[in-house]
């Protein structure tokens, strides 16, 4: 028996046909830790360009290069996910990343307590309309426990943010 399908292409892609999308995206995964090794991983079979931003030289996530600085690798395709809310460095980071063409930029954190970049962009100067720009928590809420649970939930909320889409099962 044949299936048919109605002329949608989401169906004609789960079913392997249908046309690819081009798209070059980029996730940057800043700091070094499990759920940036998730990010990374799962991001690249997303088809991801990704990138490890670790500026502490002595930090380093087995199977994969880090870059120091942010460089030219933040563009405007550029998703950007800070892993680690307890690193000394999120000012500065955050600040050079609110200067960038970056698409988002996102941190983890309970939203049950104010975010530590907060104090640290305030300190920094930073405007609040600029430190409204840092999303947080990040990811859809799916009560994630593990690094890759929350490696998950933050890349279906990126795909939904970047397709316009509320995430969940809401059609």
Known sequence: MTHMHDEDPACEVAHGGGPEKESVRTL?????????????KFGADLGFRTVLVEPDPERRLDGFT?????????????????TDHHRAEIGPVLRDLLKSPAR??????SPRHTGPHVRALTDLGVPPEEIARVHRPI??????????????A????LIADRNARPGGFSF
């Open 28 to 40: 940057v995964a800043v700091f070094a830790s499990p759920v940036a090794g998730f990010l990374l």
């Open 154 to 157: 933050t890349l279906a909320g």
């Open 139 to 152: 990811g859809l809420n799916i009560g994630s426990r593990t690094p890759a649970e929350i490696a998950l």
């Open 104 to 109: 988002w930029i996102g941190i983890m954190g």
């Open 66 to 82: 880090a870059v120091t600085e942010i460089g030219d690798h933040v563009n405007a395709t550029a998703d950007v996910v800070l």
